[in-house]
């Protein structure tokens, strides 16, 4: 939903869309959600990087099922799973807000059977329309091949990737030898696992397939930028660029000694 949202708007208002009114003078976003995108986005940019990243489950059902932006910005990405419209989304979220709670908590006490099995399916349905939504936007592309969509570490460190190529700079925050870094990536979604492969490489020799890489750090690492980058490669037999389909570089600063301890 988020990515949804944050894709859709973005395009069609620019970055700080969460200031933007719609046509008949009512603000886009409430303003409870301009407060929390003011408060927590500068204050931790790596875990809000995107206005729609400090908003709640209820405040992203309220910002799809709003019936002029539906109308305007989420109806042809969402119709093909809720065709009775905005009133159909408000619904749905409405019911899956009353779980969310007891589902992320595990509080099994609260909910029956049933209730998972409505979680479930409503949820289902959700990504099943999103996924659609964006494999048809693939197969518009010049290139139809899968992208990286989401980069994690085990820092916190959290970024969108919406660029086929990419260069991640971390400075803020160095890694030390001695310790284990994960690093982390998301594909887009409306690409299945088996349409493709995740590469890893550290100085251009393949270390890992897969999302995940965990790397114990040493001296050889040690430096003012490791040499790391992930790769996307499709299953077709051509590539957006000649040889694989996505990249990511990354700018991570190693430094010689152990990580402080911190004095409690």
């Known amino acids: 939903m988020r990515s949804l949202i944050d894709d ?36 931790a940019p790596n875990r809000f990087p995107r206005p729609v990243d400090a908003l709640l489950l209820d405040d992203l059902g309220s910002l799809l099922a709003k019936e002029d932006a539906f109308k305007i ?6 119709i093909g799973g809720f065709p009775f419209g905005s009133n159909q989304v408000r619904q749905v979220i409405k019911i899956l807000v009353g779980y969310r709670n007891a589902v992320f908590h595990a509080n099994e006490r609260s909910l029956s059977f049933h209730d998972l099995e409505r979680v479930l399916c409503y949820s289902s349905d959700f990504i099943a329309t999103i996924k659609s939504h964006y494999a048809t936007m693939s197969n518009q592309s010049k290139f139809p091949a ?37 690093f982390m990536v998301e594909v887009d979604g409306s690409y299945a696992p088996t349409d493709y492969k995740v590469v890893w490489r550290l100085r251009g020799v ?18 003012e930028r490791l040499p790391l980058q992930v790769e ?11 040889m694989v389909d996505a990249l990511i570089t990354f700018n991570y600063e190693v430094l010689p000694m152990g990580r402080p301890s911190i004095e409690t």
Not at 23 to 42: D, E, H, T, V, W
Not at 157 to 178: M, W
């Open 146 to 182: 899968p992208m990286f969509t989401r980069y994690s570490d085990s820092l916190g460190n959290v970024r969108q990737i919406t660029k086929a190529r990419d260069d991640l700079s971390f400075t803020d925050e160095p890694l030390y030898r001695g310790e284990t870094a994960t």
């Open 8 to 43: 859709t708007l973005r395009d069609a208002l620019g970055d700080r869309y969460h200031e933007s009114v719609l046509p008949g003078g009512n603000p886009l976003f409430s303003k409870k959600m301009r407060s929390r995108i003011a408060r927590y986005c500068p204050s």
């Open 73 to 78: 910005y989420f109806r042809n990405a969402l």
């Open 206 to 223: 393949v270390v890992q397939e897969g999302c995940n890489f965990s790397l114990l750090l040493g001296n050889e690492h040690v430096g």
């Open 232 to 242: 996307v490669v499709s299953n077709k037999e051509w590539h957006r660029m000649n």
